[in-house]
T-cell receptor, first 115, second 115 residues
Framework: EAQVTQNPRYLITVTGKKLTVTCSQN?????MSWYRQDPGLGLRQIYY???????DKGDVPEGYKVSRKEKRNFPLILESPSPNQTSLYFC??????????????FGEGSWLTVV | DQQVKQNSPSLSVQEGRISILNCDYT??????FLWYKKYPAEGPTFLIS?????DKNEDGRFTVFLNKSAKHLSLHIVPSQPGDSAVYFC??????????????FGTGTRLQVTL
């Protein structure tokens, strides 16, 4: 079954404590990205990756890092989380960058609260 | 600067009637548009798309209309069913131009279909 798996699904953490949200896809997709969803702001792209070792900033990259060492994994790293990073995060993968919308698969989301 | 806007945060429609969800965009370079549906506690799932060379695309009960001169697209659901109750996001991208496309999402419209 085609899947994008994110972990953890729910996390409460404290300001400044580094954390990583993992994302893994089993479809051999080249393109992966991270979004955050906030009330009134919709889904905003944080980072995306077009292939292994190729990453680029999205619309709201500040405070985040990513890495793409293998095709299937695209972790999102918060080196020093702050309360304004409290959000619902989605990982997505696709064969292309989004031109064919029906190839984009989203994970179930990770609720992150920073206190 | 919100390049893709959904000005109605919520919409309530009676079962069997037509639901019309609207979306406006500002970037005239966008050439591919998509609608995603999102249930609570799940990731967005692809619904329907349209490229800028068309003005209408239909898939069962769902039809998307594109008015390029007005930079406006709409999603029509006929007839609406209770299972259509969800948050709908429109998204725009640069897929057809061959550039590294990434999607810009709107803020979402919560549709409630009542009995």
């Amino acid at each position: 079954e085609a899947q994008v798996t994110q972990n953890p699904r729910y996390l409460i953490t404290v300001t400044g404590k580094k954390l990583t949200v993992t994302c893994s896809q089993n479809m051999n997709h080249e393109y992966m990205s991270w979004y955050r969803q906030d009330p009134g702001l919709g889904l905003r792209q944080i980072y995306y990756s077009m292939n292994v070792e190729v990453t680029d900033k999205g619309d709201v990259p500040e405070g985040y890092k990513v890495s793409r060492k293998e095709k299937r994994n695209f972790p999102l790293i918060l080196e020093s989380p702050s309360p304004n990073q409290t959000s619902l995060y989605f990982c997505a993968s696709s064969l292309s960058g989004g031109a064919s919308g029906n190839t984009i698969y989203f994970g179930e989301g990770s609720w992150l609260t920073v206190v | 600067d919100q390049q893709v806007k959904q000005n109605s945060p919520s919409l309530s429609v009676q079962e069997g009637r037509i639901s019309i969800l609207n979306c406006d965009y500002t970037n005239s370079m966008f050439d591919y548009f998509l609608w995603y549906k999102k249930y609570p506690a799940e990731g967005p799932t692809f619904l329907i798309s349209i490229s800028s060379i068309k003005d209408k695309n239909e898939d069962g009960r769902f039809t998307v209309f594109l008015n390029k001169s007005a930079k406006h697209l709409s999603l029509h659901i006929v007839p609406s069913q209770p299972g259509d109750s969800a948050v709908y996001f429109c998204a725009a991208g640069l897929g057809l131009t061959g550039t590294a496309s990434k999607l810009t999402f709107g803020t979402g419209t919560r549709l409630q279909v009542t009995l």
